[in-house]
């Protein structure tokens, strides 16, 4: 299933993704520092999601409280809810 996310607090403004059986995929990052952005697509693809959430969340960009990779995490747990509901 496929989900867009508006991120907060970021210098990425939405992520775009795919979860199907709990595999993530087609991870893409609106705007934010774009090499790194694609690194993080790329090292993502084909991670189940609990296991993405484990590793990024938390994570944080400099002073901020959060980071593009921190979404990411948040991102991946709503969509993981919705698909319970």
Do not use: H, W
């Amino acid at each position: 299933m496929e989900y867009t996310y508006k991120t907060r607090g970021t210098c990425s403004t939405k992520i775009d993704f795919e979860i199907n059986d709990g595999i993530v995929s087609g991870v893409r990052f609106t705007n934010g520092c774009n090499g790194n952005l694609k690194a993080i697509s790329k090292l993502v693809e084909g991670m189940e999601a609990e296991k993405v959430i484990e590793i990024l969340d938390g994570n944080t960009c400099g002073m901020k409280p959060t980071s593009c990779a921190d979404q990411l995490a948040k991102a991946l747990t709503e969509a993981l809810k919705a698909t319970n509901n």
